[in-house]
């Protein structure tokens, strides 16, 4: 099966710019994720959605980020004004329904703000 | 809440000896475990995971895990470690009753030849 798509691959904008990421999940996948993660550290969970609703959007910074998943499948993640603390890779991942199964990751975006 | 934890910033291992990396949680009810692999500018892959049954789990690339319940840890091993093992290791963790994985800070693994 063909695996978690995300671009671009790599992203530099300045601080207060705008961006947005992108993300297509593996076919029949009803659960997207978004993290974040920082240099050095584990991933960090910023919004999960189950088809086209959101299920945990709790450490989204929702004054900057937003995200959307409009037709349950492809979905986008922006920031907007970008701060120097948001240079970070950006992953997303997919799951199916089934709760045993672990997530699939793509390569993610690695974002540097200047 | 849920946690993961991995006490090791960095292993470092000789290849052809056996490595270690090392992970506890805490996890409220049954837990499914996870170990994944992140290689430079690359995203994580899955390596193993334990969902019930044998306390030894084996997974990709002669990777194993040992589930502990009384010590909560799901510490990876492998017999015989190889240079090109050398990537950063995430441990991952949550309960049987929803899908939000937590991960723990990651090890770095170092393999010298």
């Known amino acids: ?114 | 809440a849920q946690s993961v934890a991995q006490p090791e910033d960095q292993v470092n291992v000789a290849e052809g000896n056996p490595l270690t990396v090392k992970c506890t949680y805490s996890v409220s009810g049954n837990p499914y475990l996870f170990w994944y692999v992140q290689y430079p500018n690359r995203g994580l892959q899955f390596l193993l995971k334990y969902i019930t049954g044998d306390n030894l789990v084996k997974g990709s690339y002669g990777f194993e895990a040992e589930f502990n319940k009384s010590q909560t840890s799901f510490h990876l091993k492998k017999p015989s470690a190889l240079v090109s093992d050398s990537a950063l290791y995430f441990c991952a963790g949550k309960n049987n009753a929803g899908n939000m994985l937590t991960f723990g800070g990651g090890t770095r693994l170092m393999v010298k030849p």
């Open chain 1, 1 to 114: 099966e063909a695996g978690v798509a995300q671009s671009p691959r790599y992203k530099i904008i300045e601080k207060r710019q705008s961006v947005a990421f992108w993300c297509n999940p593996i076919s029949g996948h009803a659960t997207l994720y978004w993290y974040q993660q920082i240099l050095g550290q584990g991933p960090k969970l910023l919004i999960q959605f189950q088809n086209n609703g959101v299920v945990d959007d709790s450490q989204l910074p929702k004054d900057r980020f937003s995200a959307e998943r409009l037709k349950g499948v492809d979905s986008t993640l922006k920031i907007q004004p970008a701060k120097l603390e948001d240079s970070a890779v950006y992953l997303c991942a997919s799951s199916p329904d089934n709760r045993a199964r672990g997530y699939t990751f793509g390569s993610g975006t690695r974002l540097t703000v200047v």
